[in-house]
């Protein structure tokens, strides 16, 4: 028999952490300070040896956050992309603050299904509500350690408020 309080306070906690895994701060250093101090420019340059910029990091993160976020909010899956090209847009230096902004516009929609009643609940073909906003945590979580060797390979770390560097 399950527990219900068990479950109640398992959905707390989660949604206690779904944020944090989305943002860093505490195992890792924020998605806000990661992005901080760069030029549209550094933004927009792909270091030598390394297959992207940061700005090529955050578009491919809206892509699948994006993709995720559309499957939750209308409650059905969605074909997936041919090619992972598809997921790795070009980005220019005019085009930074605009792939910047929908990041935070896409975290901010992130937030309300942290503490949805449905976690459990299937949406994508076997996967859940929960496990989709899971895979989207550490998603992002890998490849913002990505954009922190982009910017170590730019000397453009750490950035302005810090970073994990003693």
Do not use: C
């Not at 933004?43 to 090529?56: N, Y």
């Not at 059905?76 to 598809?86: I, L």
């Amino acid at each position: 028999m399950t527990d219900p309080d068990r479950n109640t306070r398992a959905q707390l906690a989660f949604a206690r952490l779904l944020p944090k895994l989305f943002r860093g701060g505490q195992a890792f250093v924020g998605v806000e300070a990661s992005l901080s101090g760069l030029s549209d420019e550094q933004a927009a340059t792909r270091p030598q040896h390394l297959p992207h910029s940061v700005a090529e990091l955050v578009a491919h993160i809206n892509w699948w956050n994006r993709w995720m976020l559309d499957i939750i909010e209308m409650g059905q899956s969605q074909p997936y992309p041919k090619a992972a090209a598809e997921t790795w847009p070009a980005v220019g230096a005019d085009e930074w603050r605009d792939v910047k902004n929908e990041f935070y516009e896409l975290l901010a929609r992130i937030d309300p299904h942290a503490a949805r009643p449905d976690l459990a609940n299937p949406v994508n073909h076997e996967e859940t509500i929960g496990e989709l906003l899971a895979d989207m945590a550490l998603h992002t979580a890998h490849h913002f350690g990505q954009v922190v060797t982009v910017r170590q390979a730019l000397e453009a770390w750490p950035p302005p408020g810090g970073g994990d560097t003693w």
